[in-house]
């Protein structure tokens, strides 16, 4: 039972109330009675737009649905599609042109192309690893990968990779920091004379990529490059392991890496009570001041991380130069769906839980606002908005951020927003919900895994779709990745904001994603998302190969590539000549999934998980790639693609597969052979009652049973 006290005519949870009094406000400059009074106004007057913003999604799903039903046995006539879509409000006028105004915009944001880190933070560890991973050691991202195409042996330092690691690294730093007739490889020494670098006794063919170094100018300890705005520090050291054996004394590359780093508050973590949420906020709270950190085991000894400082070089005038140690932080909200139980209105109803972070959040980024030198130099607050339908949704959100800042005594337009382009109604009406915030868009990011999802959930009637690795590769997708960049270059967004793409979901696939994820820079996105540090570091070399500021200006003059009719192309399977095998094949991939994913969230509140596919592959999932498999699974039992029966067996036999993944953890609780157990139902809820859940979100289900399993 969860204690309670009344704040301003909210039903606050103890804990949740002592945080934000104890901990999060003092130091803010908001006292404790404009932070309740604020809050419960928010929370109060907001609450019935909220209802109806949802009431609006159901109607217009309802029409879709009624719509496709009718036209079950004739084929699909899209002129006729997109005027009905017009005509019921899903899709509305595009207005004049316009570009964002939006101002304050660290360079991190607005120049500065390079990946963009994502971590859950209700786990402080990762949290301040991935805030720590704006640097990272090149050598270590590919000795410790399979990026040069094969993994590092078990045991000690293995000599013969290490030299091909640094052999690679050199050619890395020859395509990047070219000398004129010469090679990093040969080079025996660095060193500065008179503000210029010599390597050996030769310039860099271009000297202004020389942007400082540390130590003595003759031998120095470090010497820092510049390319494309991003940083590379070459580490001399001859006492150090590799340095000793390096003839110029390198010991290490370190690069700049997570550029930016989104803390997140959404789907990648289970948070459904007031526990969950002080402890997200908690750890926001130590980000924002700079004191959060954490001690664990690793590796038989006591680790103590904390978040790392700024670092400074002599730059080549002589004069200091002080580099962020840090990525830039951005931190993900809930979208407008969901609500939680750690405050209650004066009618018993829940919150909203996207006022909550709304609040509580940007009160928390306050103490950052407050300080010299901190996350954001130039004086901005930056949140990421996700699961948003359409600009009314989006211009819901400015209101919610103008009545916060408000709240809370900060300039109107300080808080800046990510939009998250991950639900169809917001892609095909874009440029209108960047009009509808267009005075605080930082971002538009095109989630790519949450919109296949909602791809499935809206079209839900129209039919059985495709497998889901052949819906990737369905012209829908194109359309909605290039015309996310178009749109954003013609809002203005080149030079202010970010364009940003999706999640790389093989978190051990290095070497495919050096090879693959080049793409994004070049498709005219100055970020793009990574699921570690390590994936960081080696996406950072493709921004050093792009330069993106270019693309988006060829981009730019070369007109718009995507229209609306093709992003409203559904993704229906068009032949549905599958054997049995390959349905069922599917459906246990998708099961697989599902119960790998859910058995973690459910019993142990982990939001995130490295789950392996039936091919072995280890595969992110998070919220939005559950709500494709269960969207994909409720779509072909729609269908009569697959029955009940026949996927009950297969989640059975699933169950058995992911107990076997599972075995060494001592903390799991297996699902066979009982298949009683309060995970088990959930993934099941999340298939058999999946067409059903609001835009087939996966949150409603997860939240209801997690909270049953901690009430249990
Ligand atoms: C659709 C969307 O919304 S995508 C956005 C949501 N997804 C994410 O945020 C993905 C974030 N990534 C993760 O949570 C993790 O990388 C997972 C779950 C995919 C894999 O986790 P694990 O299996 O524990 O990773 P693994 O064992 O390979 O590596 C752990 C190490 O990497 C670090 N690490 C892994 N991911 C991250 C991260 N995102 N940020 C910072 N550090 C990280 C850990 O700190 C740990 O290092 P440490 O021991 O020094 O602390
Ligand atoms: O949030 C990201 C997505 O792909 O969904
Ligand atoms: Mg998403």
Request: hydrophobic share 40%.
């Amino acid at each position: 039972m969860t204690t309670r006290v009344e704040k301003n005519g909210l039903q606050v949870a103890e804990e949740l109330a002592t945080f934000v009094e104890t901990q999060a406000l003092p130091g803010s400059g908001v006292s404790a009675e404009d932070f309740w009074e604020g809050f419960s106004d928010l929370a109060h007057d907001l609450a019935p737009r909220n209802a109806a913003l949802l009431a609006r999604r159901d109607e217009l799903q309802d029409k879709i649905d009624q719509w496709h039903i009718a036209r079950r046995d004739t084929a699909h006539d899209p002129d006729a599609y997109l005027e009905f879509l017009k005509d019921i409000g899903y899709l509305v006028p595009e207005g004049e042109p316009f570009h964002i105004d939006t101002t304050k915009i660290d360079p991190e944001i607005a120049t500065v192309a390079g990946p963009q880190l994502v971590v859950p933070i209700t786990n402080a560890r990762f949290a301040l690893n991935a805030a720590n991973a704006r640097w990272g050691s090149l050598y270590d991202a590919f000795y410790g990968t399979d990026a040069m195409g094969s993994h590092p042996p078990k045991g000690g330092y293995d000599k013969g990779r290490g030299a091909r690691v640094v052999a690679r690294v050199r050619v890395f730093l020859d395509e990047t920091f070219p000398i004129d007739g010469a090679s990093h490889a040969d080079v025996r020494r660095y060193h500065v004379e008179k503000g210029a670098l010599l390597v050996d006794d030769k310039p860099l063919s271009d000297p202004a990529q020389f942007a400082g170094y540390r130590g003595r100018a003759k031998a120095p300890d470090a010497v820092l490059l510049v390319n494309h705005g991003l940083h590379v520090e070459l580490v001399f050291d001859r006492g150090h392991v590799i340095g000793a054996r390096d003839q110029a004394g390198l010991a290490d590359v370190r690069i700049e890496s997570a550029v930016s780093a989104i803390m997140d508050c959404e789907d990648s973590v289970a948070c459904v009570d007031a526990e969950d949420k002080v402890l997200a906020y908690r750890n926001w709270l130590g980000l924002m001041k700079g004191d959060l950190s954490e001690t664990f085991e690793k590796g038989g000894k006591t680790v103590t991380r904390a978040l790392a400082e700024d670092r400074v070089f002599t730059a080549p005038d002589g004069g200091e130069l002080t580099l962020k140690g840090r990525a830039l932080m951005l931190v993900r909200n809930v979208g407008h769906l969901m609500t939680n139980p750690a405050v209650l209105l004066r009618d018993g109803s829940e919150i909203y839980e996207g006022l909550m972070d709304a609040m509580v959040t940007m009160l928390i980024a306050k103490h950052d606002l407050a300080r010299d030198g901190g996350n954001s130099v130039a004086g901005s607050v930056y949140v990421v908005k996700p699961k948003m339908h359409g600009p009314d949704e989006v211009a819901f959100t400015d209101e919610i951020f103008t009545r916060v800042e408000a709240a809370l005594g900060m300039a109107q337009y300080t808080v800046k927003i990510g939009i998250m382009d991950e639900e169809r109604r917001t892609s095909v009406n874009l440029k209108e919900c960047i009009r509808a915030a267009k005075h605080r868009v930082a971002f538009i990011n095109t989630g790519f895994l949450d919109r296949t999802g909602d791809e499935i959930h809206t079209s839900m009637e129209a039919g059985p779709f495709s497998r889901k690795e052949f819906i990737k590769r369905k012209g829908w997708i194109t359309a909605y990745e290039d015309q996310n960049v178009d749109i954003g270059l013609e809002c203005g967004l080149r030079g202010k904001a970010q364009i940003g793409k999706g999640m790389w979901a093989k978190p051990d696939e290095m070497a495919a994603l050096l090879e693959q994820k080049i793409e994004h820079p070049r498709a005219g996105a100055n970020c793009a998302w990574v699921p570690s540090p390590t994936a960081a570091t080696l996406h950072a070399l493709h921004y050093h190969k792009v330069n993106v500021a270019e693309v988006q200006k060829k981009l730019e003059a070369g007109g718009k590539r995507a229209y609306v009719t093709a992003l409203l192309d559904i993704p229906l399977a068009t032949y549905r000549r599958w054997t049995r095998e390959q349905v069922i094949r599917e459906v246990e991939n998708n099961a697989q999934g599902i119960l790998g994913y859910v058995v973690r969230w459910i019993d142990q509140g982990v939001g995130c998980s490295k789950v392996p596919d039936l091919s072995g592959v280890e595969l992110m999932e998070d919220r939005a790639t559950c709500r494709i498999s269960a969207q994909h699974i409720a779509n072909w039992l729609h269908h009569g693609v697959v029955t009940e029966a026949e996927v009950g067996e297969v989640f059975r036999r699933m169950a058995k597969v992911v107990d076997e993944q599972n075995a060494d953890d001592p903390l799991y609780q297996p699902m066979a052979p009982g298949y009683n157990g309060i995970a088990y139902a959930a993934a099941l809820d999340l298939v058999l009652k999946g067409r059903q859940q609001p835009s087939g979100y996966t949150e409603p289900v997860l939240h209801a049973r997690r909270l049953e399993w901690k009430a249990a």
